[in-house]
């Protein structure tokens, strides 16, 4: 199956300060990739779907100028998370469709902990 | 995508089947039903996808009745490693966004 990493694993952070969490898909090109968050003991809440050569699309409530996602190749979406407050502390993954596939295949995710 | 309902949670032993049901009333006619696994701190895993009847693969079967409102993946003879939330999904999944449910979380003991 396609393989789709992610850099890196675990962050911590002091709060105020900016992280960037790279999605990459390894084996396939991907025009389309899609950013999740999962706070603990609950679900996947998608945040944004990240498109190569444009720009992305936020779900409702998540604040654009505070995610910055960008999908500057085929293979690469990074998603920034600029001045880290405690609240952002969450468990992020990103996932991507291959092509000739009807699934996705999920990043192993990153742990972001803002002090 | 339409809204599935799952147990919240659900208890067994090694060596058992266990079977999840998943409700979908909503379902449209050209939705798939997939089904993901998650382990702790992990990204979610697919395990299985059909349309109608019974999809079978190396890990579990999928059953999915004629009315196609409801599914129900079984995992046979589970281990403690089949510990995990089960998430089950429908629509044109693939290469739109997912929305997932709450899922259910299986327990496997000794």
């Known amino acids: 199956g396609a393989v789709v990493s992610q850099h890196p694993s675990r962050v911590i952070c002091k709060s105020g300060t900016s992280v960037k969490i790279e999605c990459r898909s390894l084996?396939?090109?991907?025009?389309?990739m899609f950013w999740y968050r999962q706070f603990p003991k609950k679900s996947l809440m998608l945040m944004a779907t990240?498109?190569?050569?444009?720009?992305?699309?936020?779900e409702q409530g998540v604040e654009k100028d505070k995610f910055l996602i960008n999908h500057a190749s085929l293979t690469l979406s990074t998603l920034t998370v600029t001045s880290a407050h405690p609240e952002d502390s969450s468990f992020y993954i990103c996932s991507a469709p291959p092509q000739g596939y009807n699934e996705q295949f999920f990043g192993p995710g990153t742990r972001l902990t803002v002090l | 995508l339409a809204k599935t309902t799952q147990p919240i949670s659900m208890d067994s032993y090694e060596g058992q089947e266990v079977n999840i049901t998943c409700s979908h009333n909503?379902?449209?006619?050209?939705?798939?039903i997939t089904w993901y696994q998650q382990f702790p701190s992990q990204g979610p895993r697919f395990i299985i996808q059909?349309?109608?009847t019974k999809v079978t693969n190396e890990v579990a079967s999928l059953f999915i009745p004629a009315d196609r409102k409801s599914s129900t993946l079984s995992l046979p003879r589970v281990s403690l490693s089949d510990t995990a939330v089960y998430y089950c999904?429908?629509?044109?999944?693939?290469?739109?966004?997912?929305?997932f449910g709450s899922g259910t979380r299986l327990q496997v003991q000794p």
């Open positions: 909503n379902i449209a006619t050209n939705d798939y």
């Open positions: 059909g349309y109608k």
């Open positions: 990240s498109n190569e050569g444009s720009k992305a699309t936020y």
């Open positions: 999904l429908v629509g044109e999944t693939g290469r739109r966004a997912l929305t």
């Open positions: 084996d396939f090109q991907a025009t389309t």
